[in-house]
């Protein structure tokens, strides 16, 4: 009777876990495979193909084009990383303090987070299209009377800007809930000590926090990597290619431009770069915290 | 724990001490500065605020003037409207079919929401209950949790293919598509919560001889609910935003979602901005109203997701 | 017992849901003995005439239901939906790379047995020929109208300052340099856009580099170092008249500018005219041939095919599909299509020439045209945005690192092409 009732129990267990166990394989797992055997073809995503060995992984690494796409990718990622931590953690410890309309401003900084980024993108594309050089003419600014979007070093920028202005808000909420863990008494403690600020943030604050900046700092790495509604609505890759990212050279090419075996190479390669930064990122910043 | 805040707090406390102790007769003028302080600071914040502000202004601006009233200089595109008029947002909702296109995002993120909860919390509750002790279970936790590393863009090409195949290339496959998506992130929140619920109670019922999957739904999915909150509010804002799932799995259908819109119409908006940005006030809306009334429990859900993830 | 009565609830519920949510998305198959037609045509410009064809073809035919899609981004669309292998009927497309890498595929229906292709002018049928990589029995495509590009002018402007219509390079730039000099703008490129930086490209190149180039590549018989050196040179001389910055502005804001009399004069083709229209329907535009030569007589006009019908192979109704092609081709029916749109109908037969044409009538008339050669570029090498990296590219040697990645790229591009057309002339020999 016992016996049956615990056979019956660890059932339920796995029936409580197949549906998402099978939908997880069916959508994640067998297209990750297929996904991987087509960078072994020339396949272009209709008719016939035939396999071709390495030549895709071989050509990625000579393709001018793909590279363009990691080092953009990368240099967007790195420092909107960074500026999206540093704005944060500002904004966090402004929200957190003791000031007035506290709710109301911390509703309006969350604000961005839950716009979509493509509408957002084309907002911002007519702002930086039109407005901005309009107010630069008007004040005679020169080097903002032209979009910064048309120019190949500054486009990216643009870009930049937008995905930061959306990032900012998960992140200081999440920088908000930490701050909040920390104890007041430990402050209390300090004061009497009289700190001056940055002595109380970089040797109280900034310990405690320390966990909350290594969500973040994953958290804000991936998202930015991958970026591509802010892309789409923006540059399209330009001017001059110097807005490609590697989300948007996949989908371009490998939908639109018949590269589908070629990009899933890219993408395969993708995947290993994200797991690699990742496993990276939590290894340093676990040594970080103990260290602190 | 407590070592640290030792080591933390010592190099701090050898220098200023003496100095401290012989200003602290005087309390008034450091009230004053934190006052200041806390001026400056609010100051700064609300200035900040602009920021955020401004392209929203910018965005409801145009979508009320007419294309005349646009000029190329700043207060044509600044400046308000000098006739209020809703027209441009009646031919944007008619030419985006705004309502079908707004039906379809809701169902889309309703659903994936109810199942997310669904699905997400079954597993998380089997797997945050048993991984500690069965390999097997650890194994699928991790199996499922590492999907957090795959980016989309990798998984695209053969879904399209793969969902055409088994006719989920429309609404229905978006929505189990996301099902999928968010299952790492919330199997690994619903399992994390499991740590917070105590045994006990599943042992009570245990004894009164209640089966496994009746405890579980009458019981412990009750008591998750801070955390159905948390799943629901993330995965409502992922999907909700989401561009490209649906580009690229319904693309061709006549279905498409509310952002999608916005990409599909650019030609026919051509360059009437006003019409555009009737069309991407409209688009948001939903979300800003929705945010304007629950915006605690919005940034307190996307708190709790955060801090235990 | 209880427990399976909990299963078996929650199973039917999510069943219940899983069929209404299917069957929402597919309610429309219903009718008996009527067929459904789809077509799906890539200018999502000319959803207005294609909505009027449609409804006069339904409103004319009972048995036949036609449905045509024109959606935007069209081609990643019908790419899409290529992968997924969910096929319209019949596709309206551009006679380009995308149509020829479509039929290398094998994906296209071989109807060369519908009568209309005798009313079709020889030249068109030829130009789609060329468009096969490999030589290929059969016809598959059905040549609907074709465009022509060059550059558009406002005509009043042209008028009362007296400037004539440039027949030789030089003349251009006289031109050009007059008019600078009157102080307006006199070209509005648009280049945000990278597929705008084709249309001065292919206009100028249609005039300096033979027509078969990208074959001649292919069997190593030439470079594009050598055939482009001139076009590469003089696009970047348009750059000097154009408005400052044109990475900045997208082809909507070229038309815009252009309908607005920002600038005298738009390198396009002809198919800008009805957006341009859209803007400012009392607008006289008119339109010349790109004067690319110091010689007139050694200019072309650039004209390709920029809308044909195929019929997607395994389709179940060809019989209904032929009457829809038949309706296609009524001189009524291509006469809508011009109204609404303009271009060249690629029909025999008396069709009036839209006004904005009239400029490179002469060359119609005389057959003086060649195809766009970026219908003979492949889609991924991005062609379009390597031309603006090019001309923002500042540096001296510009042109030449340009055209050495163009070889360069081309050969990676199409080496798999390159592979099999000469196996196949092996085979011929």
Same mark, same amino acid.
């Given at each position: 009777?016992?016996?049956?009732?615990?056979?019956?129990?660890?059932?339920?267990?796995?029936?409580?876990?197949?549906?998402?166990?099978?939908?997880?394989?069916?959508?994640?797992?067998?297209?990750?495979?297929?996904?991987?055997?087509?960078?072994?073809?020339?396949?272009?995503?209709?008719?016939?193909?035939?396999?071709?060995?390495?030549?895709?992984?071989?050509?990625?690494?000579?393709?001018?084009?793909?590279? !363009? =796409?990691? *080092?953009?990718?990368?240099?967007? #990622?790195? %420092? +909107?990383? $960074?500026? &999206?931590? @540093?704005?944060?953690?500002?904004?966090?410890?402004?929200?957190?303090?003791?000031?007035?309309?506290?709710?109301?401003?911390?509703?309006?900084?969350?604000?961005?987070?839950?716009?979509?980024?493509?509408?957002?993108?084309?907002?911002?594309?007519?702002?930086?299209?039109?407005?901005?050089?309009?107010?630069?003419?008007?004040?005679?600014?020169?080097?903002?009377? !032209? =979009?910064? *979007?048309?120019?190949?070093?500054? #486009?990216? %920028? +643009?870009? $930049?800007? &937008?995905? @930061?202005?959306?990032?900012?808000?998960?992140?200081?909420?999440?920088?908000?809930?930490?701050?909040?863990?920390?104890?007041?008494?430990?402050?209390?403690?300090?004061?009497?000590?009289?700190?001056?600020?940055?002595?109380?943030?970089?040797?109280?604050?900034?310990?405690?926090?320390?966990?909350?900046?290594?969500?973040?700092?994953?958290?804000?790495?991936?998202?930015?990597?991958?970026?591509?509604?802010?892309?789409? #609505?923006?540059?399209?890759?330009?001017?001059?290619?110097?807005?490609?990212?590697?989300?948007?050279?996949?989908?371009?090419?490998?939908?639109?431009?018949?590269?589908?075996?070629?990009?899933?190479?890219?993408?395969?390669?993708?995947?290993?770069?994200?797991?690699?930064?990742?496993?990276?990122?939590?290894?340093?910043?676990?040594?970080?915290?103990?260290?602190? | 724990?407590?070592?640290?805040?030792?080591?933390?707090?010592?190099?701090?406390?050898?220098?200023?001490?003496?100095?401290?102790?012989?200003?602290?007769?005087?309390?008034?003028?450091?009230?004053?500065?934190?006052?200041?302080?806390?001026?400056?600071?609010?100051?700064?914040?609300?200035?900040?605020?602009?920021?955020?502000?401004?392209?929203?202004?910018?965005?409801?601006?145009?979508?009320?003037?007419?294309?005349?009233?646009?000029?190329?200089?700043?207060?044509?595109?600044?400046?308000?409207?000098?006739?209020?008029?809703?027209?441009?947002?009646?031919?944007?909702?008619?030419?985006?079919?705004?309502?079908?296109?707004?039906?379809?995002?809701?169902?889309?993120?309703?659903?994936?929401?109810?199942?997310?909860?669904?699905?997400?919390?079954?597993?998380?509750?089997?797997?945050?209950?048993?991984?500690?002790?069965?390999?097997?279970?650890?194994?699928?936790?991790?199996?499922?949790?590492?999907?957090?590393?795959?980016?989309?863009?990798?998984?695209?090409?053969?879904?399209?293919?793969?969902?055409?195949?088994?006719?989920?290339?429309?609404?229905?496959?978006?929505?189990?598509?996301?099902?999928?998506?968010?299952?790492?992130?919330?199997?690994?929140?619903?399992?994390?919560?499991?740590?917070?619920?105590?045994?006990?109670?599943?042992?009570?019922?245990?004894?009164?001889?209640?089966?496994?999957?009746?405890?579980?739904?009458?019981?412990?999915?009750?008591?998750?609910?801070?955390?159905?909150?948390?799943?629901?509010?993330?995965?409502?804002?992922?999907?909700?935003?989401?561009?490209?799932?649906?580009?690229?799995?319904?693309?061709?259908?006549?279905?498409?979602?509310?952002?999608?819109?916005?990409?599909?119409?650019?030609?026919?908006?051509?360059?009437?901005?006003?019409?555009?940005?009737?069309?991407?006030?409209?688009?948001?809306?939903?979300?800003?109203?929705?945010?304007?009334?629950?915006?605690?429990?919005?940034?307190?859900?996307?708190?709790?997701?955060?801090?235990?993830? | 017992?209880?427990?399976?009565?909990?299963?078996?609830?929650?199973?039917?519920?999510?069943?219940?849901?899983?069929?209404?949510?299917?069957?929402?998305?597919?309610?429309?198959?219903?009718?008996?003995?009527?067929?459904?037609?789809?077509?799906?045509?890539?200018?999502?410009?000319?959803?207005?005439?294609?909505?009027?064809?449609?409804?006069?073809?339904?409103?004319?035919?009972?048995?036949?239901?036609?449905?045509?899609?024109?959606?935007?981004?069209?081609?990643?669309?019908?790419?899409?939906?290529?992968?997924?292998?969910?096929?319209?009927?019949?596709?309206?497309?551009?006679?380009?790379?995308?149509?020829?890498?479509?039929?290398?595929?094998?994906?296209?229906?071989?109807?060369?047995?519908?009568?209309?292709?005798?009313?079709?002018?020889?030249?068109?049928?030829?130009?789609?020929?060329?468009?096969?990589?490999?030589?290929?029995?059969?016809?598959?495509?059905?040549?609907?109208?074709?465009?022509?590009?060059?550059?558009?002018?406002?005509?009043?402007?042209?008028?009362?300052?007296?400037?004539?219509?440039?027949?030789?390079?030089?003349?251009?730039?006289?031109?050009?340099?007059?008019?600078?000099?009157?102080?307006?703008?006199?070209?509005?490129?648009?280049?945000?856009?990278?597929?705008?930086?084709?249309?001065?490209?292919?206009?100028?190149?249609?005039?300096?580099?033979?027509?078969?180039?990208?074959?001649?590549?292919?069997?190593?018989?030439?470079?594009?170092?050598?055939?482009?050196?001139?076009?590469?040179?003089?696009?970047?001389?348009?750059?000097?008249?154009?408005?400052?910055?044109?990475?900045?502005?997208?082809?909507?804001?070229?038309?815009?500018?252009?309908?607005?009399?920002?600038?005298?004069?738009?390198?396009?083709?002809?198919?800008?005219?009805?957006?341009?229209?859209?803007?400012?329907?009392?607008?006289?535009?008119?339109?010349?041939?790109?004067?690319?030569?110091?010689?007139?007589?050694?200019?072309?006009?650039?004209?390709?095919?920029?809308?044909?019908?195929?019929?997607?192979?395994?389709?179940?109704?060809?019989?209904?599909?032929?009457?829809?092609?038949?309706?296609?081709?009524?001189?009524?029916?291509?006469?809508?299509?011009?109204?609404?749109?303009?271009?060249?109908?690629?029909?025999?037969?008396?069709?009036?020439?839209?006004?904005?044409?009239?400029?490179?009538?002469?060359?119609?008339?005389?057959?003086?045209?060649?195809?766009?050669?970026?219908?003979?570029?492949?889609?991924?090498?991005?062609?379009?945005?390597?031309?603006?990296?090019?001309?923002?590219?500042?540096?001296?040697?510009?042109?030449?690192?340009?055209?050495?990645?163009?070889?360069?790229?081309?050969?990676?591009?199409?080496?798999?092409?390159?592979?099999?057309?000469?196996?196949?002339?092996?085979?011929?020999?």
């Amino acid at each position: 009777m016992k016996n049956k009732k615990v056979l019956s129990k660890r059932m339920t267990y796995v029936v409580m876990i197949a549906p998402a166990l099978i939908l997880f394989i069916l959508f994640n797992t067998i297209p990750l495979i297929t996904g991987a055997f087509y960078s072994f073809t020339n396949y272009k995503g209709y008719g016939s193909f035939e396999f071709v060995g390495l030549r895709n992984y071989i050509d990625l690494f000579s393709d001018a084009r793909v590279g !363009n =796409s990691y *080092l953009f990718t990368f240099k967007y #990622a790195i %420092i +909107g990383t $960074l500026l &999206v931590n @540093v704005l944060s953690l500002l904004l966090a410890l402004g929200l957190n303090s003791k000031i007035k309309f506290k709710s109301a401003l911390r509703a309006v900084y969350f604000l961005p987070n839950v716009l979509g980024g493509l509408v957002v993108g084309y907002i911002f594309s007519f702002i930086f299209t039109y407005i901005i050089p309009a107010i630069a003419s008007a004040l005679h600014i020169n080097f903002l009377e !032209n =979009s910064i *979007l048309a120019g190949e070093d500054t #486009a990216w %920028i +643009g870009v $930049l800007i &937008v995905g @930061v202005w959306q990032a900012v808000a998960m992140n200081t909420i999440i920088y908000i809930s930490g701050l909040q863990t920390i104890p007041a008494d430990i402050y209390e403690a300090g004061m009497i000590d009289g700190v001056t600020p940055w002595q109380k943030f970089r040797h109280l604050t900034l310990p405690m926090l320390m966990p909350f900046v290594t969500t973040n700092l994953i958290l804000s790495t991936k998202n930015m990597l991958m970026v591509f509604d802010q892309i789409m #609505a923006l540059t399209k890759g330009g001017p001059a290619q110097s807005t490609e990212s590697i989300s948007y050279l996949i989908y371009k090419n490998g939908m639109d431009g018949g590269q589908f075996g070629f990009q899933s190479a890219n993408a395969v390669v993708f995947f290993i770069v994200i797991v690699a930064i990742s496993i990276f990122q939590m290894v340093i910043t676990n040594k970080k915290e103990e260290q602190l | 724990m407590s070592e640290k805040m030792i080591n933390v707090t010592e190099p701090v406390a050898t220098e200023p001490v003496v100095t401290e102790t012989e200003k602290k007769p005087s309390r008034k003028p450091k009230t004053n500065k934190r006052k200041a302080s806390v001026f400056v600071i609010t100051a700064f914040l609300i200035i900040g605020c602009i920021t955020i502000l401004f392209p929203l202004y910018i965005t409801i601006v145009i979508a009320l003037k007419s294309p005349s009233e646009m000029t190329n200089d700043i207060s044509g595109a600044l400046s308000l409207p000098q006739h209020f008029s809703l027209d441009n947002f009646a031919e944007a909702m008619r030419v985006t079919d705004f309502w079908r296109s707004l039906g379809n995002s809701v169902l889309i993120t309703g659903a994936s929401i109810v199942l997310s909860v669904i699905i997400h919390s079954m597993a998380g509750y089997a797997l945050g209950r048993n991984m500690n002790r069965k390999k097997k279970f650890k194994m699928i936790y991790f199996y499922i949790v590492s999907g957090m590393f795959v980016p989309f863009a990798i998984l695209m090409m053969p879904l399209v293919k793969q969902t055409s195949i088994l006719g989920l290339d429309n609404m229905f496959g978006v929505i189990l598509l996301y099902t999928v998506f968010y299952m790492p992130m919330n199997v690994m929140l619903y399992s994390g919560y499991m740590k917070n619920v105590p045994l006990a109670m599943e042992e009570a019922a245990d004894i009164d001889g209640a089966s496994a999957w009746r405890t579980y739904w009458t019981i412990i999915f009750p008591m998750m609910k801070p955390m159905h909150a948390t799943v629901a509010i993330l995965t409502a804002l992922g999907t909700w935003n989401d561009v490209m799932t649906p580009l690229v799995i319904m693309s061709g259908s006549e279905n498409t979602t509310l952002p999608l819109a916005q990409l599909n119409f650019q030609t026919q908006f051509g360059t009437n901005y006003n019409l555009a940005f009737a069309s991407y006030l409209l688009a948001l809306l939903p979300i800003l109203i929705l945010y304007i009334f629950c915006q605690k429990q919005i940034i307190g859900g996307v708190a709790t997701g955060a801090v235990k993830g | 017992m209880r427990k399976s009565r909990v299963v078996i609830s929650l199973l039917t519920a999510a069943a219940i849901s899983v069929s209404t949510l299917l069957s929402g998305c597919s309610a429309d198959s219903g009718k008996d003995g009527v067929t459904t037609v789809t077509m799906l045509q890539y200018k999502p410009e000319a959803v207005k005439a294609f909505e009027k064809i449609e409804k006069l073809f339904n409103e004319t035919h009972d048995d036949i239901q036609l449905k045509i899609e024109s959606p935007n981004e069209a081609m990643t669309v019908l790419k899409t939906r290529l992968i997924r292998e969910d096929y319209p009927d019949i596709v309206g497309i551009g006679g380009d790379m995308n149509y020829s890498n479509f039929l290398d595929a094998d994906l296209f229906e071989d109807i060369s047995d519908i009568e209309v292709i005798g009313e079709i002018k020889p030249a068109y049928l030829k130009m789609e020929k060329e468009l096969e990589l490999l030589p290929k029995e059969g016809t598959y495509a059905l040549p609907y109208v074709s465009n022509a590009a060059g550059i558009l002018y406002i005509k009043e402007m042209f008028d009362e300052n007296g400037w004539e219509i440039p027949e030789t390079w030089s003349d251009f730039i006289a031109l050009c340099d007059e008019i600078k000099k009157t102080g307006t703008d006199l070209l509005y490129l648009g280049y945000k856009d990278t597929w705008t930086c084709l249309a001065p490209w292919n206009a100028l190149a249609v005039g300096l580099a033979p027509s078969d180039v990208c074959s001649s590549v292919n069997a190593g018989k030439t470079t594009f170092a050598a055939e482009y050196s001139e076009v590469a040179e003089k696009i970047k001389v348009l750059l000097d008249y154009a408005e400052p910055n044109p990475y900045a502005y997208s082809y909507n804001d070229a038309c815009t500018a252009f309908a607005r009399g920002q600038s005298a004069m738009f390198p396009i083709g002809s198919y800008a005219v009805p957006q341009i229209l859209s803007v400012n329907p009392d607008m006289n535009i008119d339109s010349f041939t790109f004067p690319a030569n110091d010689k007139e007589e050694d200019n072309v006009l650039n004209s390709g095919i920029d809308l044909h019908f195929s019929v997607m192979k395994g389709t179940k109704n060809k019989e209904a599909v032929y009457e829809v092609l038949r309706f296609l081709f009524k001189d009524e029916t291509v006469q809508i299509y011009l109204d609404e749109q303009g271009g060249v109908p690629c029909k025999e037969g008396d069709f009036e020439l839209p006004d904005f044409l009239s400029g490179m009538e002469q060359y119609i008339k005389n057959d003086r045209m060649s195809d766009f050669h970026d219908h003979h570029y492949p889609s991924e090498m991005s062609v379009d945005a390597m031309i603006q990296t090019y001309l923002m590219d500042k540096s001296n040697n510009s042109a030449q690192i340009f055209l050495e990645r163009f070889d360069k790229e081309w050969t990676r591009y199409n080496r798999d092409l390159i592979a099999r057309v000469k196996k196949y002339e092996e085979g011929q020999k």
